[in-house]
């Protein structure tokens, strides 16, 4: 990111799918208010129904902090994280089910910290409250959300041991190992 406008930054991410369902246009708006901020960049990474008039809305928008990029190769996603300070997950407030959208576990596995924008009583929310890996507004308001940012930079800059609480809930809950861990208690419990 050296030779882009997000240089020197703190990078808010958001890698995957920009459809319907993810309602995204909540996290442009996050961006508009972190316009006058020469400290803070935003990178959409993906493909969808919604990127192209994301993207041509944010050029509308004259979002200079603003990049958009096309899908990139899963091996590529680690050096990319790297690069980046938060994770941004956007579900759809009106989604009705509980959904652990796999760009959480990515970013989890990588240390990066959550701002989440979610359908309330969402199971993501208690875990990443619980876990203080990040922030999650369940209102759908941008206030909530900037607010919420706000806290979370501050964070990122004093709290060295975030990142370290993101990749033990990965290694905790999501890792191959405990995937095997969890099959075989369920087939000896079968026997």
Known sequence: MDATPLAGRKVFVYAGNMGVAQGMDILLDLAERFRLREDVGFLFVGRGSDAGRLAEEAKRRRLSHVLFHDEIDPDEIPGLYAQCHVGMVALDP???????????????????????????????????????VGRVSEDNTVDTLYRMAEEL???????????????????????????VRQIVSALGEGV
């Open 94 to 132: 009106r989604h009705q089910s509980h959904n652990i959208p796999g760009k959480f576990v990515t970013y989890m596995q990588s240390g990066l910290p959550v701002l989440a924008n979610i359908n309330p009583g969402n199971d993501l929310v208690g875990m990443i409250r619980r876990e203080r």
């Open 153 to 179: 930079l501050v964070e990122v800059e004093d709290d060295a041991a975030v990142s370290e609480r993101c990749r033990k809930l990965f290694e905790r809950l999501f890792s191959a190992e405990t995937a």
